[in-house]
C-alpha cells in the first residue's frame, strides 16, 4: 500500500525531472487478464483528465478489456475523479454509494478510483476507513502501471493502494485510444507551480514538467499522417511551457513547429495571463492554422483578491493584455474563468469583476463560487461572506456573462464560417455539429459526407450557447 501524503505533495526541489520512454509493459501473463471482460471509466475532471482517460483505455485494451456501452454492464468500472471543486467530491461519493450497491448484486465486479481525487491524503483516508470494498485505487502518476496494480489486487483479494505523492516524472510511450477521429489532445507539459492560493492542482498533479518538443512535433506528425485534423495542446498553464527544461525554446517556438507540421487546426488550453508573451501574440497573428481562440482566465478583477490568489497579475495588468490581443487578433474570441466569494471578497471587489466582464465583453465564462479545498492556503482564510450572498453575486455575473456571450455571438449571424464537422448534433439527429475556428458550437444542417472536414457554414441563427447554420455547398 502506498497512501498519498499532502507534505510530500506540495514539495517542490530542483531534481531533475526523468524522462522514461521505456517504462510502461504489460507482460506477458497480464496480456489476457480482461480476456471476455468489459472495462467502464467515468471521467469527471478537465481535457488533462479526458485524456488520461484515453490512456486508461488503450492500456485496458492491452490487456484484453473490451469497452462496455454503459457502466451497469462492465466488469470493471473505473472513476477518473477531479478534485478542483467540493461538487466534484461529492459526485464521486454519491457515485461511490452506487457502485457499492451494484457491487452487492454483482460481486465479481471490480471497482476503481483514480485521478486527481486519488492523489488526495483525506480522500485515501476516507476509503479506507469507509469504502475498504473498493479494488484499486491509483494517483495520476503511475497510469502506465495499471496493469501490474490490477493483477495485485485481484491476486490478493482486498484493496490496493497504489498513490505515490512524487513530483513527477514524464512517461513517453503510454498507448492511447483516442475519443474523436478528427481531433485530438496533446499533452505538451505536466503538473504547476504556480499555487493559486486556492487551487489544488499543483498537489493532484505534481510539478511543472515540459515534455521535450522532439515528443511533441513527433506526436503531432503522426496525428497529421493519421487523418486528425485538430490538436488541442494541453497543460494547466501552457504558457510557461519550456521554462523547466533549459533549451532555450518556449511556447512561442512550440506554436510556430506545430503550426508548420501543417496540422489544419492548432489549439491550445490554458493561458496564464502572467506568461503570456508578445512572441505568442505575433505567432499566433502570423500563423492561419493557430485558431484565433484563447481561454485567458481572469479569476477576479480586483487586484486586492488577485494578490491573496496568488495570481501574480492585476486588474490593470489583465487588461493591458486583453486589449493587446485584441489589437493584434481582433477576430479571435477570448472566454475565461471566474471566482467569486473568495475569502474576504467585498461586494467592492465584486464590482471590480463586473466592470472588468464589461470592459472585455467575453466570449463566454466559467464561473465558480468559490470552495475550499484541504490543504490550500485559501482554505485557512478567514470567510465571511454568507452563502446566499455568494449566490446572489454568481447569479448576478452568469447574468452579466450571458447578456456578452449572447452579444459575441450575435455578431455571426449570416456570416460564413469555416466548421470542423464533428459528428451528429446531440440536440438534432438530422444535423450535424461542429465548432468554428473561434470554438462557437455549431448546429448544423448538411450531408453527412462532410463529417470530418472543415467546411464554410453560414449562420442563420444564433442562441447564447450555439449558433445554427447551414453548409455552403461548392
Ligand atoms: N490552470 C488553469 C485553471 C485550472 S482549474 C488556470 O490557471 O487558469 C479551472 C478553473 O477552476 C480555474 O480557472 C478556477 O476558476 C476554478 N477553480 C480552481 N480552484 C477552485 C476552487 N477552489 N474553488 C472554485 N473554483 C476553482
Ligand atoms: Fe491551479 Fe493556479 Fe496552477 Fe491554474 S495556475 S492549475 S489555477 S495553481
Ligand atoms: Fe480536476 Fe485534476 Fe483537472 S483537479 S480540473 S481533474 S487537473
Redesign the pocket.
Known amino acids: 500500500m502506498l497512501k498519498p501524503n499532502l507534505k510530500e505533495a506540495q514539495k517542490r526541489t530542483r531534481a531533475e525531472v526523468l524522462v522514461k520512454t521505456s517504462e510502461y509493459i504489460v507482460k506477458e501473463n497480464l496480456k489476457e487478464l480482461g480476456k471476455g471482460k468489459t472495462y467502464f471509466v467515468k471521467t469527471y475532471g478537465c481535457q488533462m483528465n479526458e485524456h488520461d482517460t484515453e490512456n486508461i483505455k488503450a492500456i485496458l485494451e492491452d490487456m484484453s478489456f473490451t469497452e462496455a456501452s454503459v457502466m451497469e454492464e462492465a466488469d470493471l468500472i473505473l472513476l477518473n475523479t477531479c478534485a478542483i471543486r467540493e461538487n466534484a467530491h461529492n459526485k464521486v461519493f454519491g457515485m461511490i454509494g452506487r457502485m457499492k450497491h451494484m457491487k452487492e448484486e454483482r460481486p465479481d465486479i471490480m471497482v476503481g478510483i483514480c485521478g486527481c481525487m486519488a492523489q488526495e491524503e483525506v480522500v485515501v483516508d476516507e476509503i479506507l476507513k469507509k469504502h475498504a470494498w473498493i479494488d484499486i485505487v491509483f494517483g495520476t502518476h503511475n497510469i502506465y502501471n495499471l496493469p501490474n496494480i490490477l493483477k495485485e489486487a485481484i491476486d490478493k483479494h482486498s484493496i490496493e493502494v497504489e498513490v505515490p505523492s512524487i513530483e513527477g516524472e514524464i512517461i513517453e510511450n503510454i498507448p492511447v485510444k483516442r475519443d474523436s477521429k478528427y481531433k485530438a489532445w496533446v499533452n505538451i507539459m505536466y503538473g504547476?507551480d504556480?499555487?493559486?492560493t486556492?487551487?489544488i492542482?499543483?498537489y493532484t498533479r505534481g510539478k511543472q514538467r515540459s515534455r521535450h518538443p522532439e515528443f511533441i512535433i513527433q506526436e503531432v506528425e503522426n496525428l497529421v499522417a493519421d487523418g486528425y485534423q485538430e490538436v488541442t495542446l494541453l497543460g494547466?498553464?501552457v504558457n510557461a511551457y519550456g521554462k523547466d527544461l533549459n533549451l532555450n525554446y518556449n511556447m512561442a517556438n512550440l506554436l510556430e513547429d506545430v503550426a508548420k507540421t501543417g496540422i489544419a487546426r492548432v489549439r491550445f488550453v490554458?493561458s496564464?495571463p502572467w506568461d503570456f508573451t508578445d512572441h505568442m501574440i505575433e505567432i499566433i497573428a502570423k500563423y492561419p492554422n493557430i485558431m484565433p481562440y484563447i481561454h485567458l482566465?481572469l479569476q477576479s478583477g480586483s487586484s486586492r483578491i488577485l494578490k491573496l490568489m496568488g495570481?501574480r497579475y492585476t486588474k490593470e495588468s489583465y487588461l493591458e493584455l486583453f486589449h493587446k490581443l485584441k489589437e493584434a487578433l481582433p477576430y479571435s474570441s477570448i472566454t475565461t474563468d471566474i471566482i467569486v466569494g473568495f475569502p474576504g471578497e467585498t461586494e467592492e471587489d465584486f464590482k471590480e469583476t463586473l466592470d472588468v466582464v464589461r470592459t472585455c465583453e467575453y466570449d463566454s465564462a466559467f464561473t465558480f463560487i468559490f470552495s475550499p479545498r484541504e490543504g490550500t492556503p485559501a482554505s485557512r482564510m478567514k470567510d465571511d461572506t454568507p452563502i446566499e450572498e455568494k449566490e446572489r453575486r454568481l447569479q448576478e455575473l452568469n447574468q452579466l456573462v450571458n447578456e456578452y456571450a449572447k452579444k459575441a455571438n450575435d455578431a455571426y449571424l449570416n456570416r460564413v464560417v469555416p466548421v470542423l464537422i464533428e459528428g451528429i448534433s446531440e440536440k438534432d439527429e438530422h444535423k450535424l455539429m461542429g465548432y468554428t475556428d473561434t470554438m462557437k458550437l455549431v448546429n448544423v444542417k448538411g450531408s453527412k459526407d462532410n463529417i470530418g472536414k472543415i467546411v464554410d457554414v453560414k449562420i442563420t441563427d444564433v442562441k447564447t450557447w450555439s449558433m445554427d447554420g447551414e453548409i455552403m455547398e461548392k
Open positions: 504547476c504556480k499555487f493559486c486556492y487551487c492542482v499543483p494547466q498553464n490554458t496564464h482566465p495570481r
